[in-house]
C-alpha cells in the first residue's frame, strides 16, 4: 500500500508518517485535463475493517459532513417513499419551462426536459408540488432501467450544446483508474458491465444525497457496490466502487474508489487503513475563468475530503 502512495498518488515519505501517526491525508493529483479532478485522502483507524463495513452501510448517518444536508438509503427495490424527503430546493417554474436542448439550468435528458414541461399543468395552484412528485416518479424509473440495463440507462445530459453521456464518462473515469483495475479487476468490470458479471462476495445498493457544493444544493443518486476480497493475513480486505448515477449540477460524471486494508496496532488491536480516491469531470474547469475556480477548488477540496476522513476515523474510534 504504501508503494501505492508514494508512486501512484505522491504521497511523501512526511506525508506518510502522518498517516501512520493517525493523521488524515488528502492531496490533489495532476490528471493533465481542467475539468478532470482526482483526489486521494487516507486515514489509519483504530477498529475492525468489519466495524467499518457495518458502519458503512448506515449510509444515512455514515455520511454526515458539513456539506451533506440530508442521505437517505433506496430499499430493495426502490420506490418513491424512499424519496418523501427529496426536495429540489432551486426548483422554479421558468427555469423548467425555459429548458432547451443546449440550454437548461439542470442537467436533465431532453425527453425529461419535454416529460417535466408537458406533464404538469403549470397554471394549477399546485403545480411546484405536482412536479416534486413527477421529479421522483421519473427518478425511481431511472434507477429500475438501470437496474435492469446498466449503463447504457443513463443519462444523455442537454444542459449545454454538447450532449454528454454520463455512461461514457464513467467509463473513462473508472478506464483511467489503471492500478485499480489491477487490484481489483472483477469489481472494475462488474462497475462497468453490470448487472452481468457480478463477482463473488459482493453487495451493492443505491442511496440519493442532497449536499452543498457550491451556490446550488446538488442533489444525486449513486450505486454503491461492495466486495470482500480474501487476504492472507485473514483478515479480509474490501474494496468499493461508488458511481454517480446522476446529479443536477456541476458534476457531468464522478466515481469513488474505497479500500479497506487491515492491520494491526502494535499491542495486537484491529485497525485498518481507509484510502478514498475520487475522480470527477467537473463543469466551469476550463478558460480564465475556469482555471481560477479550479485553483480554488484544489486549495480547498483535499481539505475537506482530509476532514471527512477524521470524522470517519472519530465515529469509529470512539464508537
Not at 11 to 30: L, N, T
Request: charged share 25%; glycine share 6%; aromatic share 10%.
Amino acid at each position: 500500500m504504501r508503494d501505492g502512495l508514494e508512486s501512484e498518488f505522491h504521497f511523501s515519505a512526511d506525508d506518510i508518517a502522518k498517516i501512520e501517526a493517525g493523521q488524515a491525508m488528502a492531496r490533489i493529483v495532476p490528471t493533465g485535463r481542467p475539468d478532470d479532478v482526482r483526489m486521494v485522502g487516507v486515514v489509519l483507524i483504530k477498529s475492525s475493517a468489519n466495524e467499518f463495513l457495518k458502519a458503512f452501510r448506515d449510509i444515512e448517518h455514515f455520511e454526515i459532513t458539513k456539506e451533506v444536508v440530508r442521505t437517505k438509503r433506496f430499499s430493495s427495490p426502490p420506490n418513491v417513499a424512499d424519496l418523501a424527503d427529496f426536495q429540489m430546493t432551486d426548483l422554479k417554474k421558468s427555469d423548467l419551462l425555459s429548458c432547451r436542448p443546449g440550454h437548461c439550468s439542470y442537467k436533465l435528458p431532453a425527453e425529461e426536459m419535454k416529460a417535466i414541461q408537458t406533464g404538469i399543468d403549470w397554471n394549477a395552484p399546485d403545480a411546484q408540488a405536482k412536479a416534486e412528485a413527477l421529479i421522483r416518479q421519473r427518478i425511481i424509473a431511472y434507477l429500475d432501467n438501470y437496474r435492469q440495463n446498466g449503463d447504457s440507462a443513463l443519462a444523455v445530459y442537454y444542459d449545454t450544446e454538447s450532449p454528454y453521456s454520463v455512461a461514457e464518462g464513467l467509463h473513462s473515469l473508472i478506464g483511467s483508474e489503471t492500478r485499480i483495475d489491477k487490484v481489483v479487476p472483477q469489481l472494475v468490470r462488474f462497475a462497468t458491465e453490470y448487472p452481468a458479471n457480478r463477482p463473488p462476495n459482493t453487495e451493492d445498493f443505491f442511496y440519493w444525497q442532497e449536499a452543498a457544493f457550491g451556490l446550488k444544493h446538488v442533489l444525486r443518486t449513486e450505486h454503491v457496490i461492495i466486495q470482500q476480497l480474501s487476504a492472507a493475513a485473514g483478515d479480509p480486505h474490501y474494496a468499493i466502487i461508488s458511481k454517480m448515477l446522476f446529479a443536477t449540477h456541476y458534476f457531468r460524471a464522478a466515481v469513488e474508489f474505497q479500500y479497506v486494508y487491515p492491520v494491526r496496532t502494535a499491542s495486537g488491536e484491529p485497525a485498518f487503513y481507509l484510502l478514498s480516491a475520487q475522480r470527477s469531470y467537473i463543469d466551469g474547469m476550463t478558460g480564465a475563468r475556469g482555471a481560477i475556480i479550479r485553483k480554488i477548488a484544489e486549495g480547498r477540496s483535499p481539505a475537506r475530503l482530509a476532514e471527512n476522513l477524521q470524522l470517519a476515523k472519530q465515529r469509529l474510534e470512539n464508537h
